[in-house]
Nanobody
Framework: VQLMESGGGSVQAGGSLRLSCVAS????????MGWYRQGPGKQRELVAS???????NYSDSVKGRFTISGDNAKNTVYLQMNSLKPEDTAVYYC???????????????WGEGTLVTVSS
C-alpha cells in the first residue's frame, strides 16, 4: 500500500489549499484515514481523520476551518483548508490506520508528506 499526497504549496494568510491523498495497492478494510502535520520544531500531530462510515474528527486548532472528506471509489482522501494561518505551516502527512491489505492485519501506512507554507 502506498499513499501519495499532493496539493501543498505556499499561500498567504487567509487563503485556501486542498490536499489530496491517493491510496494505491490493496486495502480490504481500514479503521481510519487521516491527515497529520509536523511544524518546524514541533511534534507530529493529528489534524483530521475520517472513518469508513464517514465519522470525522478534528483537532481543536483546525475546527471550523478544515474539512476532511473521502471518495472510496477513487481511494482518495481530501483535506480542504480554509482561512489558513501562519501557524498552519507544516509538512502534512496522509495516514491509513488499521489496514488489512490481504496479507497483514492492522497495518499503519504513511505518505511522504507535502509542505504547506502560510505567510503573514
Amino acid at each position: 500500500v502506498q499513499l501519495m499526497e499532493s496539493g501543498g504549496g505556499s499561500v498567504q494568510a487567509g487563503g485556501s489549499l486542498r490536499l489530496s491523498c491517493v491510496a494505491s495497492g490493496q486495502i480490504f478494510t481500514w479503521k481510519s484515514m487521516g491527515w497529520y502535520r509536523q511544524g518546524p520544531g514541533k511534534q507530529r500531530e493529528l489534524v483530521a481523520s475520517i472513518s469508513p462510515g464517514g465519522r470525522v474528527n478534528y483537532s481543536d486548532s483546525v475546527k471550523g476551518r478544515f474539512t476532511i472528506s473521502g471518495d472510496n471509489a477513487k481511494n482518495t482522501v481530501y483535506l480542504q483548508m480554509n482561512s489558513l494561518k501562519p501557524e498552519d505551516t507544516a509538512v502534512y502527512y496522509c495516514n491509513a490506520d488499521g489496514v488489512y491489505d490481504g496479507s497483514y492485519y492492522d497495518m499503519d501506512y504513511w505518505g511522504e508528506g507535502t509542505l504547506v507554507t502560510v505567510s503573514s
